[in-house]
């Protein structure tokens, strides 16, 4: 665990990055039943290893009020770091061959700002890939209910948010998260293509483990 202070897909990238499976998370605790702390923001305690059902782990390299950076590593892949903000909007992924980037063109509220308003909210940008031209981006949210998990006697209130994400113009995939708004991960994510083909799989979703 590290504070807060010290530092997102997150998780929770919500499949920005596109996604597949769901997500069961066993969290590291505090005061639950294996005697570690439960996560909490306001008491500073955040993720800061993610470990991946499929030997990925996401380690977190900093965090602001609104920014995270966690680096990503698979056993079968080059490692990256991703960028995001409040953990669901990407920014930034880095690799060797260089970074493609967001410049998202309408404001980025969090997630209980566009619940509040009870409205889906549309965020659109640019992406731009090493050595490829722009390309137009979209992430279509929406919210839908609260609810209460439990994790090793520790609680967590997510909150259900479908995202639809478009390039071009045109809708790739839909990803439905049980994302948490303070912690900015994602214990459940589901994928679901709508172009017709898979997504593909760039972060990993069934979490093991969080300390």
């Known amino acids: 665990m590290k504070c807060r202070a010290v530092l997102t897909m997150v998780l ?34 955040v ?63 969090a997630l209980d700002v566009i619940e509040a308003s009870g409205q889906t909210f549309l965020a659109q940008g640019i992406s731009t890939a090493p050595g490829k031209d722009p390309v137009s981006v979209a992430m279509e949210i929406t919210i839908g209910d609260r609810e209460t998990i439990e994790f090793k006697g520790c609680s967590y ?8 994400h478009s390039r071009d113009g045109k809708p790739t995939h839909e990803a439905l998260i049980s994302y948490h708004p303070d912690l900015w991960i994602s214990f459940r994510t589901e994928t679901r293509p709508v172009d017709g083909s898979a997504p593909k799989v760039v972060m990993p979703v069934d979490i093991v483990t969080i300390r």
Not at 13 to 35: D, P, Y
């Open 12 to 45: 929770g990238l919500g499949g920005a990055l596109a996604t597949t499976g769901a997500v069961v998370a066993e969290v590291a605790l505090t005061k639950g039943s294996a005697g570690q702390a439960c996560m909490s923001a306001d008491l500073g305690i």
């Open 47 to 109: 993720p800061g290893h993610i470990t991946m059902d499929n030997g990925q782990e996401l380690a977190l390299l900093g965090q602001s009020a609104k920014v995270v950076v966690r680096k990503v590593k698979s056993p079968k892949a080059e490692p990256f770091e991703i960028r995001s903000k409040f953990g669901l909007y990407p920014l930034e992924w880095s690799t060797s061959t260089g970074m493609t980037v967001w410049d998202w063109e309408t404001d980025l509220p």
């Open 157 to 164: 209130e997510i909150m259900q948010v479908t995202i639809l």
